[in-house]
């Protein structure tokens, strides 16, 4: 929450896009009437539709960069293109219902992406994710 409001705060409507998964309870919805909101991904079944527009939106972005990085592109642009935030909150929970091309989708954005202006803001609930332990203990 705190980080995403603190860029809407930060940046003109015009810099900054947000695609958000809430596996929670619900609390990303304040985000929906936000410009620059892509949408929120709220169950499982819409996830197909996500990495359909996600995977569109990545395909566009190398187009339109033609091998250069985004702030290239930008500093000789007098329209920038805005940063792009995917939101996944509970992110433990979401990895666990995609299947392995979407893994690994996932995990190829989070490498490549900046690139792109495309960056993760992820949340994770301790013991979401199986096998890892807390940093810290209560």
Request: glycine letters at 10%; proline letters at 5%.
């Amino acid at each position: 929450h705190t980080m995403l409001w603190q860029l809407y705060t930060k940046y003109q409507p015009k810099q900054i896009m947000a695609a958000v998964i809430d596996m929670g309870q619900g609390s990303m919805k304040c985000f929906e009437s936000m410009p620059g909101c892509l949408g929120i991904l709220r169950n499982e079944k819409d996830k197909d539709i996500f990495f359909y527009h996600v995977k569109k939106l990545v395909s566009d972005r190398k187009e339109l960069l033609g091998g250069i990085n985004i702030e290239q592109y930008n500093r000789a642009k007098e329209n920038p293109l805005p940063l792009i935030f995917l939101v996944i909150d509970h992110f433990g929970a979401f990895f666990k219902l995609l299947n392995d091309s979407q893994q690994e989708f996932l995990i190829r954005l989070g490498a490549e992406g900046i690139g792109y202006g495309i960056y993760f803001i992820l949340s994770a609930a301790p013991g979401e994710i199986p096998g890892k332990r807390p940093l810290y203990h209560r």
